[in-house]
């Protein structure tokens, strides 16, 4: 239940749905039971009608809550004051009109219902997505795509059918069977008692069949998320997969899951549907039992035994209650996958970012002086990456980070923009430590071009104005001429309102990668981060990025990552790692003096050449 409360405080404001659903679906279910009360005296007329003898003054009513009672009365005196005729067509015209308004009320019931529903899962997928964009970038190194793809879409829409659903039946259901109940009871006492004698066994039979359902349906989320996240890799390797002939074994592998996960469904929906038939075979039990019990109350002929009338009511009431205990057995079946769903949900929701602002952490105004390493280790669990990391940049210099993969400079990298933060030492900026500042205004002053050159599904204006929105026609095709873009773009079918495709697929290599640069270009940051920006480019392209890339590096801060070390050779240090230490430090003919490691990689840079 616990579960059950958090996913329902997802819809607060609860009470702005809840008090007119409560009224509107006590209204329906109140003249719903109206109308199978109406049908006693409407047989009752008939009867007497038919024998051409009424039968005089009813029996009073035994209390004012003595509902059919109160009917017979007053059906007994139109039929002595007006006739059977007109009796007849007032009890038709109450019954049309009970009927009207259950209709009318029960439609503003669901409507609200629907409300509360869509405002459920408007307020969970908001908070569902907004939470995982929160998390560190670390934290998409660990969790598997698709498993957050399926939480956030199908768990949630599963968990928000569940606690809309669960609201209906706790309410609605049991008050329509506390109406029929009463109606049943001021009919007739003995009856009532002996039906309600064989309800609970039904409910210890039906609460046997749905025992294991949440353990299946927990399964049968984890199995669909594992297909999910086989769907995205293979649609984002589609290449890779027809290149190695792997085309097969990719759709064996999804097959599997796919074989695993319907497997799951269909033992989960061969209980839920056993729940059905098995309340329908003990309801018609109940009611043949009914009709055997009731049967001889009324041949008994005892004094205050049942009329045909009111026992005709009576089966007519009693068939109604099976309904809404159905519909509870039935959302007791379903609740489950609903709170499996939302455990998984609530997991993703309460997973906290490993890197978040400090409460008193203060806005960097704007760059001055230099960026800092002070002692700086990093690891990724037990393994060590960065050791002991001592680096002074200053505002102005172009920084080269070069040596052997795996060495540390990608997570060097990292930390500049505080993706990660060290596990021992400091990064500083001006002087002032990392996390004595908000994170988002240190990344303000900065501006990234990466290997792998991402671009949206959207138009080449909105990539480039990704960094900044607001930015003007004008501004936008300054950047895409200093990105070395502006030529290229008006080639295309239709300019800059031209669509990029998925990753910018509809786009070169090189053609992305100047986008991207113009991108950054436009945000216009005092500190640039190259990572390896034209390792993927063939000659022609690169030569057009890296002169894009010289062009945005003027009057800025750099800190680069280059695989091919002649296009660093002009910067103004140049940092040797291997093995996540500083091996060496200087200009490139300093470097080049010490006959280091550098130098090695100079060489075999150039033989390879």
Avoid at 364 to 378: I, P
Avoid at 477 to 486: D, G, V
Wanted: aromatic share 10%; with cysteine; hydrophobic share 45%.
């Amino acid at each position: 239940m616990k579960t059950y409360f958090r996913l329902l405080s997802f819809a607060k404001p609860i009470e702005k749905f809840a008090i007119p659903y409560v009224i509107a679906t006590v209204l329906a279910v109140g003249f719903g039971a109206l109308n199978l009360t109406l049908l006693s005296p409407l047989f009752e007329t008939l009867m007497q009608y038919q024998k051409q003898a009424p039968n005089g003054a009813a029996a009073a009513a035994k209390s004012v809550f003595d509902i059919t009672g109160k009917f017979r009365e007053f059906v007994s005196q139109s039929f002595a004051t007006n006739g059977p005729e007109k009796t007849l067509t007032y009890i038709c015209i109450i019954i049309v009109i009970s009927v009207f308004l259950s209709n009318i009320f029960r439609y503003f019931s669901q409507r609200f219902m629907e409300d509360l529903r869509v405002h459920t899962l408007l307020n969970m997928r908001k908070t569902v997505f907004n939470n995982v964009m929160n998390m560190h970038v670390g934290f998409f190194n660990t969790e598997r795509k698709g498993d957050i793809i399926s939480k956030v879409s199908a768990d949630v829409q599963t968990v928000q059918f569940t606690v809309t659903n669960t609201l209906q039946v706790i309410f609605k259901e049991p008050l329509t069977l506390i109406f029929y109940i009463f109606i049943l009871f001021s009919i007739s006492l003995k009856l009532t008692l002996f039906s309600l004698m064989v309800i609970p066994v039904s409910g210890f039979i039906i609460s046997k069949i749905v025992k294991r359902l949440k353990q299946q349906a927990k399964e049968s989320h984890e199995s669909f998320a594992k297909m999910i996240g086989f769907l995205d890799e293979a649609l984002s390797g589609i290449k890779i997969i027809k290149a190695f002939n792997a085309t097969e074994r990719i759709k064996n592998k999804f097959n599997e899951e796919n074989v695993r996960y319907s497997n799951i469904n269909r033992k989960m929906i061969r209980r839920q549907q056993l729940g059905s038939p098995v309340s329908e075979f003990l309801g018609i039990m109940m009611v043949s039992s009914i009709v055997w019990y009731g049967g001889s109350l009324i041949l008994s002929q005892q004094p205050g035994a049942l009329t045909a009338g009111q026992f005709i009511t009576y089966i007519a009431v009693f068939s109604q209650v099976m309904r809404p205990a159905k519909a509870i057995t039935e959302a007791f079946s379903g609740i489950h996958s609903g709170i499996a769903a939302g455990e998984r949900v609530l997991e993703l929701i309460d997973t906290k970012p490993a890197l978040s602002d400090a409460p008193a952490a203060v806005m960097l105004k704007h760059f001055d002086q230099s960026l800092t390493f002070e002692h700086v280790s990093f690891s990724y669990d037990s393994k060590l990456v960065l050791d002991d990391i001592n680096l002074t940049i200053k505002k102005g210099e172009t920084v080269a980070l070069v040596g052997p993969s795996g060495g540390g400079k990608s997570t060097i990298m990292d930390l500049i923009p505080r993706f990660h933060d060290p596990k021992s030492g400091s990064l500083k900026i001006d002087g002032i430590d990392y996390r004595d500042l908000m994170t988002e205004s240190i990344r303000s002053e900065m501006g990234t071009v990466n290997q792998d050159s991402f671009l949206f599904n959207d138009t080449i204006f909105n990539n480039i104005a990704f960094a900044k929105p607001e930015a003007t026609k004008a501004e936008v095709e300054a950047a895409a001429k200093i990105a070395n873009a502006h030529e290229f773009i008006l080639n295309q079918e239709n300019g800059y309102e031209t669509f990029v495709g998925d990753r910018g697929n509809r786009l070169s290599g090189g053609q992305r990668q100047r986008i991207c640069i113009a991108r950054a270009v436009l945000a216009n940051p005092p500190i640039m981060l190259l990572d390896e920006a034209t390792s993927a480019l063939d000659t022609e392209s690169e030569k057009l990025v890296q002169e894009a890339l010289n062009n945005l590096m003027k009057n800025r801060t750099s800190i680069v990552i280059a695989h091919r070390l002649s296009t660093i050779q002009h910067a103004d240090k140049i940092v040797v790692i291997d093995q996540g230490k500083i091996r060496e430090t200087g200009t490139h003919q300093e470097l080049l003096i010490q006959n280091g490691l550098y130098k090695r990689l100079i060489d075999m840079q150039t033989f390879q050449d």
